[in-house]
């Protein structure tokens, strides 16, 4: 099979996401996958040109051994508004170039402009649209001037693939709401590799040297994009009234990054508030397996947040990490109330409810329930469940 992928995030700087997991799986079983990506980050380097070139990386793998996926990254015009007015016109050459050149069966849509783009060329050349939703697209649109300009994107698309596929249920009753066929809209979970996140305790034991864990600290854990939302400026700032050997370590970057790092300095955090910055994807196993607790702090009104499971969540659950989060819809019923995570009432709570599980001795009942709920999936069983989603979108394509 022959498929190729838009979207308008970083292939390199986000994630491993959904689509890393699926699309190095499928190329590890003689699919041919090429991905047409945006340098996202691009306005925080200093050294730029005002107009990058196409750039293609071939054999790309971030995860899989042997894995092989094929990035493309057409020019922008590096100046902020026109980068995606500029966006528009590359990605429409590239996806047109593609579809004449590498003649894909099935074409993947990511977020809005892309997408869009892909819909209407796919649907010219008479193959399959599939768009794939891993979140609520046009929160994240950077100008909120164009968020309902980027909903309505949305919409259109929605209405007019030939399929949507969504990674929870919360978010599947959202984009039929939006317009998307019920019957042609599929639940496609994330879930963890189990081989990565194991325990290594040589591993874990030279972390929690390396950042002076002693024996009866208790090590709260986070990790991700560091966004305004993610509710760790709240609960860094409860540390304070925390015993001593509470401590939260922190691995990513960010909007807030900064700000931590002066409420750690202000507060007299040094030695509690641990901000490692963005570390290698194979070392964040080792990293949750020092924990304690891991949380999910992001407030629960952000709308971003409001229909998605993170994957961060199957990763702490994994390692058999009890999890606290915030009442989060899609999380609260992704994993309900039995199966190793527990819920505050907000950011600034995670702490108290921290001392509570602590006192009554439950961490490790937790933990067991939230390895349990991760095994009852694989990324091998979920990539065959995509791949069928896709050879009967292929195939119904061909009946008409």
Known sequence: MKILAV?????????PLQ??????????????????????????????PLYSKRTVFESVSRIYKNSSVEIIRPGIIKIPILDYISLLFTRWNEIRKQIREFNPD??????????????YLAKRNKIPFIYYWIDVYHTQVPYKLFRPVGQLIEMIVLKNSDQVMVINDQLKNYVVKLGASAASTFV???????????????????????????DDDIVLFFVGVLYTFTGLKEVASQLVQMPANYKLLIVGEGDIFNDLKELRDSLGLQDRL????????EEVPGFISVADICILPADAKEKIMQEIVPIKMYEYMALSKPVISTKLPGVMREFGEDNGVVYAEDAESVLTQAITLIDNNQLSELGRRARQFVERNSWDNITDEFEEHLKSAIADKLKV
């Open 7 to 15: 979207q308008e995030s970083d292939w390199f700087e986000r994630g």
């Open 19 to 48: 689509q890393h997991h699926l699309f190095e799986k499928m190329s590890l079983q003689q699919n041919f996958i090429k991905v047409i990506d945006y340098e996202l980050l691009w306005s925080q380097k200093n050294d730029r």
């Open 106 to 119: 099935v074409v993947i849509g990511f977020f809005m402009l892309n997408a869009v783009i892909g819909l």
């Open 188 to 214: 496609v979970k994330g879930t963890v590799d189990s081989t990565k996140f194991s325990l290594d305790q040589e591993i874990r034991i030279s972390i929690r040297k390396k950042y002076n864990f002693k």
């Open 274 to 281: 641990i901000l490692t910055g963005k570390r290698p994807y």
